[in-house]
Each structure stands twice: as structure tokens, then as C-alpha cells.
């Protein structure tokens, strides 16, 4: 039997990465994200600007299933790994983590991610999944989205990894030693690792990520230095760090109010902690009940009291305050290449209001990718996920592991 690995996406870019794995009747294919934002609504217009992966029979209007076996596995729930989703037009099942799913189906019901008619199955972690020839296991991981995982994908001869995204800096770095480990012992064919941060130009060795503590410490400094008001725009799929954030507030007394999405979602996951919420009828109506209300005018008459969360879609709601200091937390704008920043920026010079930013990347350090592919021990590794994969390929030269810089569609054939 022939196992085949052709990789259809995000090999230059950061997501959209998607590779199909296959044998003569079945196929797994993991992520279905897109690169960029788009206003064309027609997959077949998609696919011929190839914006879209060529895999045309899970779109469009002839959309049809090609091998007796497929699926699609989704790693986690950031857009550049699940936006294409939106467009299937296949009733092929969609396996996401138990945890994704439950961060998906509460973001959907608040109108904070779009609801998909989609075949959504769930997979436990280390519970294998069979789809025809494949099977497919999920292993918990560490990114900064709640219900990440690494996927183990065999033929019963072969073994394929994909990292997913990953750090080794975050809270569970148990589980990324944990999987790790297992696919050093399984001696994998080939590993699909992500270079996110090798898109800079190579830094030294020595240079660490900053991790969640910090984040969090960087928090705790503002709160505890300004007498004005604290504005954060934190990440709402990283539900973890929202109640870190949230704990950290009611110790130092003074509480974060949650626009009300937000508020409910991290009420679905932590019913038991206090939680205020801002109590404005352009931020969603009716309070819910186990919700600590707060209005505007409370808060503005009471700056040194209170820290408010504001996404960048309500910015204008804070023109009604005066002297506060804004801390960028993971959320839109990305950054000074998404267009949004300049507005953002805008908006805050205008009102006199200082910018800090107290995110971290959710991704591992040149350092760090370098010793998960290490630790592996793959016999081939694939670097993608990255500007600049090749810079990564060559720090792996170093350690003497057999690197690969794959090609689009070109069909990988192991025997």
C-alpha cells in the first residue's frame, strides 16, 4: 500500500497551512484555514483564484466525495487554521477537540464566530480515530486558544506528525513534552512542524519567549501604577488567560468589566467567579442573570476602581472617557501590518490615551522549534507556517536532523 502526503497550503504564509494525507481509499486533511480576508463569496471563484486549496469536490456547486474514507481534523480554533470551513459545501465529517468544541459552541451562540453547517465530530485526546486505511489520534497541546492539539495521522506502517501551532513557554508544557515523546518512539516518517518564528530574520539561540506569566505580570504592573483608567482588549478564544486576567483584577481589587459576549463566554466556561459585565444596551441588552452589572457612568466615576475590556469593533465606546492607558492584548489589530492598527493608534492619540502592549506570541522561539524537532527525531521534518521556512530548514542543518522544505502538490510517496 501507498501512502501519499501532498501539502496544499500555508507554506509560505503564517496559517492557511492544509495537507491531505492519502491512500487509494481514504484521505485525512488537517486545518482548513484561509491566508487572508475575503469579500468573494463564491467558491468557485475562490478556488480559481486559488484562494481556496485545490481540492474542488469538497466546494462548490459539484462537490462530491472522492475516496471512501475522508475527513478533515482542525488542530484549533484560530481563523488561519478554520476559515475555509465556512465555504464546504461536502457533508464530510470535521473533527475538532472535545474543548474546541465547546469554545466554538459557546463563542457561535454569542455571535462571536460564524455558526457553520458543517458535519462537526468530536475527538477525545489519545482516543485513535478511524477513517478507512488512516487513523487519526489527537494529543493535547499548548497554544494560546483553549482545545489545541497535535495530530498523529498512520497507515498502520507509516506515521505522519503535525505539531499544530505550539510554544514550550506556555502553561502546559507538560502536554507538548507529553506528545513529544511519543512521536520520538514511533520514529515518525515525517513531521510537519510550524516556523512561525522564524519569519524575523534569525535571532540568537539564547532569546526565550516571554510566556503567559509575563503577560499576566505586565497586567498586574498597569493595575497597580495608574491611578486612570485601564482599558485591555484581550484574545477571546484564549479563555484561559481571560480568567487569569479576571483573578488577577478581583485580587487587586479592581475588576475587570466585560463587554457582554464576552462576559457570558467566560461565564460558560468559569460559572463560579465573579464576573462584571458592563451594563450598556449597546454592549447586548439584558444582563444575564449571575453577572455583576456595571454601568458607563459608575465606571467613569470611579476610574481607579475599575479596569474595562474593549474590542477594537466597539472603540469608539471609549471616547466617552478621558485619561486611561489602553493595553493591546493578542486581539485586533494584530499588529502595524493589519490596517486596523493605524486606526487604532489614531483613536488613541487623539484622546491622549498611552498604548501598551502586554501580549506574547503563542508560538515557540526559533530555540524552541528547534528542540521540538529534536526531541522528535523524525526522520524527515517539514518546516512550514512561516515567511521564511527556509531559515528554519537551515537552523535544523545545524543539529543534523534531515529537514524538508515541501512544494506545492507535489505528491510525497511512502511505500
Excluded at 486533511?29 to 486549496?53: C, Q, R, Y
Excluded at 459576549?261 to 468559569?270: H, I, K, M, W
Aim: contains cysteine.
Amino acid at each position: 500500500m501507498t501512502t501519499t502526503v501532498k501539502f496544499l497550503n500555508g507554506l509560505r504564509t503564517i496559517g492557511g497551512n492544509i495537507v491531505e494525507i492519502c491512500t487509494e481509499n481514504a484521505r485525512v486533511i488537517t486545518d482548513f484555514g484561509l491566508v487572508a480576508n475575503t469579500s468573494i463569496a463564491d467558491p468557485d471563484e475562490m478556488l480559481a483564484k486559488h484562494i481556496l486549496p485545490d481540492i474542488p469536490e469538497l466546494f462548490g456547486k459539484k462537490a462530491h466525495r472522492k475516496y471512501q474514507a475522508e475527513a478533515i481534523f482542525i488542530t484549533h480554533l484560530h481563523l488561519d487554521h478554520t476559515a475555509a470551513l465556512a465555504y464546504l459545501r461536502s457533508d464530510i465529517p470535521v473533527y475538532v477537540s472535545r474543548q474546541t468544541y465547546h469554545l466554538y459552541r459557546s463563542l457561535a451562540a454569542q455571535g462571536m464566530a460564524l455558526a457553520l453547517n458543517i458535519n462537526f465530530q468530536v475527538f477525545d485526546y489519545e482516543e485513535p480515530v478511524r477513517v478507512g486505511d488512516l487513523t487519526v489520534t489527537g494529543y493535547q497541546s499548548d497554544h494560546d486558544v483553549y482545545g489545541a492539539a497535535a495530530l498523529l495521522i498512520s497507515d498502520g506502517r507509516h506515521f505522519f506528525g503535525n505539531s499544530g501551532d505550539v510554544r514550550l513557554n506556555g502553561p502546559h508544557r507538560s502536554h507538548v513534552d507529553h506528545w513529544m515523546h511519543i512521536f520520538r518512539q514511533l520514529k515518525l516518517d515525517l513531521f510537519m512542524l510550524e516556523g512561525t518564528s522564524f519569519t524575523t530574520n534569525p535571532v540568537e539561540q539564547g532569546v526565550t519567549n516571554t510566556g503567559e506569566q509575563c503577560c499576566l505580570e505586565k497586567f498586574k504592573t498597569a493595575l497597580r501604577n495608574s491611578s486612570e483608567l485601564i482599558v485591555i482588549s484581550p484574545y477571546l478564544r484564549n479563555i484561559e488567560r481571560l480568567f487569569e486576567l479576571n483573578q488577577a483584577a478581583l485580587v487587586m481589587q479592581r475588576p475587570i468589566v466585560w463587554e457582554a459576549a464576552y462576559a457570558e463566554v467566560l461565564r460558560d466556561f468559569y460559572s463560579d467567579i465573579p464576573i462584571y459585565v458592563l451594563a450598556d444596551k449597546k454592549g447586548g441588552g439584558r444582563i444575564a442573570e449571575g453577572l455583576i452589572p456595571v454601568t458607563p457612568t459608575v465606571v467613569n466615576h470611579n476610574k481607579r476602581y475599575f479596569c474595562v475590556q474593549n474590542s477594537f469593533e466597539r472603540l469608539q465606546f471609549l471616547a466617552r472617557f478621558s485619561n486611561f492607558t489602553y493595553l493591546h492584548c493578542n486581539s485586533d489589530p494584530l499588529g502595524i501590518y493589519d490596517p486596523h492598527y493605524h486606526t487604532l493608534t489614531a483613536f488613541l492619540t487623539h484622546h491622549q490615551a498611552a498604548l501598551l502592549d502586554i501580549g506574547v506570541s503563542g508560538h515557540a522561539t526559533q530555540q524552541e522549534i528547534c528542540k521540538i524537532a529534536q526531541v522528535v527525531h523524525a526522520k524527515q521534518t517539514a518546516m512550514w507556517h512561516s515567511f521564511h521556512p527556509e531559515r528554519a530548514v537551515e537552523a535544523l542543518k545545524q543539529t543534523e536532523l534531515n529537514s524538508l522544505l515541501p512544494e506545492y502538490s507535489k505528491e510525497y510517496r511512502f511505500e
